[in-house]
């Protein structure tokens, strides 16, 4: 018998179970592990990276009515998890690094925008620092959506954590593989607790 199934008893599962897993909680250790390698306060796993830009979404207070802006040039899952909160998606033209046009991303920004989802395509990071500045100058939180560049940095930080989330897919074709799953990293308490208890 493999040494993981040994010690915990074979239970992944995030909760429960506790006399069978020995007080192992393989979860927490991974969860733990993704917050000091990306050096974040806070990790929450889920079922996949569609989900964690969902239930993001939702900690944030998402609600029907309200904008998101993401990119042209993306992955279908940003998009479904905008509508599956029943806002908007507002989409902008992408730049000559195929990610997010901060000039665009100026010109859609409204009332109604309640976040912006640039997406690190290819494994090449947005132009964060304009971004970021627009979105403080608008009041508008950012979610890095790092699905497709895990352990990249921008300024010497990791993707994933210079917005006020960062979200991490480890579906069997992405850069880090657990063959499904998804995390989202923050160093906002609020963000953290609300997506624990979504």
């Known amino acids: 018998m493999f040494e993981i199934f040994k010690k915990s008893n074979g239970v992944f599962f995030a909760h429960g179970f506790d006399k069978l897993r020995n007080n192992i909680f393989r979860v927490r250790i991974f969860e733990r592990k993704l917050s000091e390698k990306f050096k974040i306060n806070n990790c929450q796993v889920v079922s996949s990276g569609t989900a964690a830009i969902k239930v993001t979404l939702k900690a944030i207070g998402v609600k029907p009515g309200d904008e998101v802006i993401t990119q042209a040039f993306n992955f279908i899952a940003t998009i479904e998890a905008i509508l599956d909160c029943g806002a908007k998606p507002i989409i902008t033209n992408i730049d000559d690094s195929l990610n997010m046009d901060p000039e665009d991303l100026q010109k859609r920004i409204t009332k109604k925008t309640k976040a912006v989802i640039p997406v690190h395509m290819l494994g090449f990071s947005a132009n964060l620092s304009a971004i970021s500045k627009i ?28 917005g006020d989330a960062g979200i991490l897919s480890f579906d069997h074709g992405k850069n880090i593989t657990t063959g499904e799953g998804g995390a989202i990293l923050t160093n906002k308490k609020s963000i953290f607790i609300n997506s624990k208890e979504y």
């Open 135 to 162: 979105c403080k100058k608008n009041k508008v939180l950012m979610i890095e959506d790092n699905c497709e560049a895990v352990g990249g940095k921008y300024s010497n930080k990791f993707l994933g954590t210079i």
